[in-house]
């Protein structure tokens, strides 16, 4: 088979498995288990624990002992057994422990994948930069596939999106198996466990400039997941105002728009890089954020529906600016010696301890317009409105950063 198609193949089933429970299962937890909103978020929560643990502890293991194809199957197998088992649970403290386990396993295949497909690029002659992307942006189609799959099927409140990820990651597991070998690299210089778990990034600290945009990537970080967790919910909830509004029946294909914005607005990126500069980027996306929420505070799926499509287009520009550039502008100011694990500790800081934070405080706050059952939606929504807006207002008072436009003419290149 075509060494292209069997990785586009292997990154499509990579975020199929991810698709197919992510924005789905918070509804599910929350209108047929009656969760809490901290017990939901606490079980969304435990993929910031694990970013912040287990890829760089697999990354080590791939380094050092065992083929990364290898370690690949192994993490999705022993993940797909894991979702089988929580299909079956219905106790918020044992579903918690299971998806714990389970994000051990998955967070570091999101980076194993990557790795695979460079070095069998590589090894076959591929131009990484040039063949990579087009490659990669399958996975995308993968996670949207999957949400559309579970949608159409009526398995949005059901554990039968668990059985379709365990299914999914069974079978990708076992396809890792089969790749061509991606063996550690013998190197004559030993790196210190220090070094391999990226902790020299950390001499970054030392910079003003590195703290308050590390801070920040951790306090915007609280904010990229909670939509994750609680729209399908939310969505849900208008099941009685609108029950047949394409919104409450098909609440996982109107948020796969946001997805489908990704993709759009990732292009976008050189453009706006080049005409505002790194720090004009960054704002644009903390503000996005305000729009995301503030629309879906005030839309519905009825007569506001228009409000819920247009917070779902925004998600694009929400989500990718601040990552893409974000680490652009880590690749820019690391040393070429500790850009890999700069980009690592930004990571860090947005999907592991930002991501953590903000299930955390997002579930206290939902649980705390939440009477009687019943979610007051719309102060929960201006409430993380409000929260990114303060950052918007803050962030270019103490970030002090000018464009250049020669720089991120570079910074794009690369």
Request: aromatic residues 16%; charged residues 10%; hydrophobic residues 55%.
């Amino acid at each position: 088979m075509n060494i292209r198609l069997r990785l586009i193949i292997m990154n499509f089933m990579e975020f199929f498995v991810w698709g197919s429970w992510l924005i789905s299962l918070g509804g599910y937890m929350f209108n047929v288990l009656h969760f809490k909103g901290q017990e939901v978020s606490d079980i969304y929560g435990t993929m910031g624990v694990a970013s912040i643990f287990t890829p760089a502890l697999f990354g080590i293991v791939a380094d050092r002992w065992l083929n990364a194809e290898r370690v690949l199957g192994l993490c999705h197998i022993i993940g797909a057994l894991l979702l089988f088992w929580a299909s079956k649970v219905t106790d918020p403290q044992m579903l918690y422990y299971i998806m714990l386990l389970n994000s051990f396993m998955f967070m570091p295949t999101i980076g194993l994948n990557n790795t695979v497909s460079f070095i069998v690029l590589g090894k076959s002659g591929f131009n990484i930069v040039k063949d990579f992307p087009p490659i990669r942006v399958w996975g995308t189609i993968g996670f949207i596939a999957a949400m559309w799959m579970v949608d159409l099927c009526g398995f949005n409140l059901s554990p039968m999106q668990l059985y379709i990820s365990a299914g999914s990651g069974l079978l990708l597991g076992v396809y890792a198996f089969t790749m061509p070998g991606c063996p550690p690299v013998k190197s004559a210089v030993k790196r210190s466990l220090a070094s391999s778990l990226g902790l020299d990034a950390l001499v970054l600290f030392q910079r003003n400039k590195m703290v308050i945009f590390f801070l920040f990537a951790m306090l915007l970080g609280a904010a990229l997941q909670i939509t994750n967790t609680f729209g399908s919910a939310f969505l849900g909830d208008f099941a009685n105002t609108y029950p047949d509004a394409f919104g409450v029946k098909h609440s996982n294909i109107l948020i796969s728009i946001s997805q489908i914005s990704e993709t759009l607005f990732i292009l976008a990126i050189p453009f706006f890089l080049r005409r505002f500069g790194i720090k004009q980027v960054m704002l644009m996306s903390i503000f996005a954020w305000v729009f995301r929420f503030g629309l879906f505070a005030i839309g519905n799926p009825g007569s506001g529906l228009w409000l819920l499509i247009l917070s779902m287009i925004i998600y694009g520009m929400a989500f990718d600016f601040f990552n893409i550039s974000g680490a652009l502008f880590v690749e820019k100011e690391a040393d070429i010696k500790i850009r890999a694990s700069a980009q690592g500790l930004f990571m860090l800081m947005t999907n592991g301890f930002g991501a953590w934070v903000g299930n955390k405080i997002s579930g206290r706050v939902v649980d705390y317009f939440t009477v009687d059952g019943v979610k007051d939606w719309q102060s929960i929504w201006f409430s993380f409105a409000g929260y990114a807006l303060l950052l918007g207002i803050v962030f270019p008072l103490v970030f002090r950063y000018k464009h250049v436009p020669s720089d991120e003419k570079v910074a794009v290149s690369h």
